[in-house]
């Protein structure tokens, strides 16, 4: 399987985890509080099992590539993790492993790195929680994030790191959290979003030594001796509490403005009270030269230091898009020497990913999927361009503002997938297409750097293939379309982009539905509920999977609606993560439906939990899995407006 872990931007209350740890020692210290989020760059890794040995494999973000095997085996573990090389993240949490679970090896392929090492974004403590969640999911260990973070600690403090608790923070993915230390107690607090945040990340090219400043502030702890101590207790303390709380609301509540003045409040008193300290590090003139610097005033709301501060990293809050972009060009032309990162900490309600399940066998379709697979037989848009249907689909997606889309497709048919989106025309056919047509194979290769080509080993299901994307959506609400619908609308807004303003709307999962009458409703998921918005939003209380008419006229009428109409499924969802915790459930127990895990059932389940919205959706979806209605897809498609690229 692949796996991604994201760096950890502490935005605000850094040190106070351990600071708090002196608490059973004297609990006059305030409890740690500290507010972070992940980076959009991180560690990308293919994990497997393997009999004996932890492999790893890495590509550094400076292009370098390295290589260790080390044997399962405890002691030889920790020695290496005593080493403080690259590696030794790695090994200590294998041998924690080792000593709490009945685990033999993993294989570990770092095949790409983007995030910065050594800048305060705790690119140690991602590495660390990717083991942990490689051990967790090759083994079916059943731990949930909070079990992995606890094993990638503990694993790192096996190094010579000396790692509070809040950097393994990052097992959280794209979640900002809020965490309360007492002692060697934590808490945490997940955070939702309300709004589209924009901050600047930037390396200041300059030096700090991150062990000279803790040691310098634990010399404060765990009884103040003098003034300069009182004050670091003040400031990790009560200061730094009540800052990071406030920050928190206004997190929630997608204010970046007071965001940005908390920024500047808790840089100037870090200023007041933690330099004494520790002043030949602390005084920092490169990241306060950054910090005041004028021509970038315009543009930001806020900043300040990241993590243990000095001159290693910081961090801006921006007014919007444009602005991050601004700050990020000037910083880039007047300090050569620093580089910046973007990091946009996204609404709760925002959707970037896609998932559209492709790895039937189209027997429906007989023999023409013999030939090509279903999902390439071609439809014409209403331009009268030839493209294959998943092409029409992935473009569906891309309409509404997606940004990236996991196609699950057969183990067999994904060089395939891939070639089509990932590669080129020969030269020899590109020469021979039209100036038109070249103009679209470059289109092409542009929208296939959106497109991730996942795999569904083996065929269980719709239910399944949706599960088969579970790591690639990290945590992440997603679009879901399936791979033999297209869609047409009957509004300015595609029929997806509508979906994505209802979720954001409505702050639940939401299902598309249409009009169905009742001779066909055998054929379809069905749902059924109460009016929010009358025939248009519905607040559901049951979905079922393909009733027979007696059971929809008795279980599923919606008021207001003719005695043989009902609400069918669409073809297009938008779903809360928590779906995969009932997909998971189901394939746990092997529970069947029809000899296959369905996806309904789960829907159903995920409705009791957090609450379904149902959208009729102000558009045509036409299925193309059947050779009859295919055929009529093919001429009501194009009249009808279909997508175009």
Not at 192 to 215: H, M, P, R, Y
Not at 276 to 292: D, G, K
Not at 567 to 590: C, Q, R, T, W
Request: glycine share 8%.
């Amino acid at each position: 399987m692949k796996l991604f872990v994201p760096g950890r931007l502490c935005l605000f209350g850094e040190h106070s985890d351990w600071a708090a740890g002196y608490r059973p020692l004297n609990p006059a210290i305030e409890k740690g509080c500290t507010l972070i989020a992940s980076t959009n760059q991180g560690i990308y890794a293919e994990v497997n099992k393997h009999p004996t040995h932890l492999i790893l494999r890495a590509a550094l973000n400076d292009g370098t590539k390295i290589e260790a095997a080390l044997p399962m085996e405890k002691n030889c573990l920790l020695a290496e993790a005593q080493t403080g090389t690259f590696f030794s993240y790695a090994a200590g949490v294998a041998a924690q492993f080792l000593t709490y679970h009945r685990v033999g090896g993993v294989e570990i392929d770092n095949y790409l790195t983007d995030l910065p090492i050594q800048k305060g974004l705790s690119s140690s403590a991602a590495i660390c929680v990717l083991v942990a969640r490689a051990f967790n999911r090759l083994y079916d260990l059943k731990m949930n994030v909070r079990a992995e973070m606890e094993m990638a600690y503990l694993g790192e403090t096996a190094t010579p790191s000396r790692c509070g608790r809040m950097d393994q923070g990052c097992a959280y993915g794209n979640r900002p959290i809020m965490m309360i230390f007492d002692g060697a107690k934590m808490d945490v607090v997940e955070l939702k979003v309300t709004k589209d945040l924009f901050l600047v990340i930037v390396d200041l090219g300059a030096s700090k030594n991150t062990q000279e400043i803790l040691a310098s502030l634990n010399q404060a702890y765990p009884f103040a001796a003098n003034q300069v101590a009182e004050n670091v207790h003040k400031y990790l303390g009560p200061i730094s509490s009540q800052i990071t709380q406030d920050a928190a609301a206004a997190l929630q509540q997608g204010d970046a403005v007071k965001i940005g003045e908390l920024m500047k409040v808790a840089q100037r008193e870090f200023d007041k009270h933690l330099i004494p300290a520790c002043p030949w590090q602390l005084t920092a003139p490169v990241l306060h030269e950054l910090l005041n610097y004028q021509p970038i005033q315009p543009y930001i709301l806020g900043g300040k230091g990241v993590g243990s501060q000095g001159d290693g990293t910081a961090q801006f809050i921006v007014k919007d898009q444009d602005s991050q972009q601004q700050v990020i060009d000037i910083i880039s032309s007047d300090f050569p020497q620093m580089e910046c990162l973007k990091l946009t900490i996204g609404s709760q309600y925002r959707v970037r990913k896609a998932v559209i399940p492709a790895a039937g066998f189209g027997t429906r379709m007989f023999p023409a999927t013999k030939a090509v697979k279903k999902e390439f037989l071609p439809i014409i848009d209403r331009t009268g361009r030839a493209k294959p249907i998943i092409l029409a689909i992935v473009e569906e997606a891309l309409s509404a503002g997606i940004e990236e889309v996991g196609i699950v497709v057969q183990k067999a048919s994904r060089t395939f997938f891939e070639d089509f989106f990932k590669t080129p025309p020969s030269p020899q056919l590109f020469q021979k297409l039209s100036q038109q047509n070249q103009d679209y194979s470059k289109y092409l290769q542009e929208l296939g750097q959106r497109v991730t080509i996942l795999t569904q080993d083996v065929q269980e299901g719709f239910g399944h293939a949706v599960f088969c994307a579970q790591e690639w959506t990290n945590n992440e609400p997603f679009l879901l379309l399936l791979g033999d619908h297209i869609y047409s609308s009957q509004t300015e807004s595609s029929c997806a982009r509508q979906l994505l303003d209802i979720y954001s709307q409505v702050q639940q999962s939401v299902i598309g539905l249409r009009l169905t009458p009742s001779e066909v409703i055998h054929h379809y998921g069905c749902a059924t509920g109460v009016w929010q918005q009358q025939d248009a939003i519905l607040s559901v209380t049951q979905v079922y999977e393909k009733p027979n008419i007696e059971y929809a006229r008795q279980h599923l009428r919606v008021e207001g609606m003719g005695d043989d109409l009902f609400l069918s499924f669409f073809g297009m969802y938008v779903l809360e993560p928590k779906i995969f915790d009932y997909l998971a459930e189901h394939i746990d127990a092997n529970f069947r439906e029809r000899g296959e895990f369905q996806l309904t059932s789960c829907l159903d389940k995920l409705r009791q939990s957090q609450g379904i919205a149902g959208y009729v959706v102000r558009g045509r979806c036409f299925d193309t899995g059947l050779p009859e209605v295919y055929r009529q897809t093919l001429i009501d498609f194009a009249i009808s407006g279909g997508a175009i690229g």
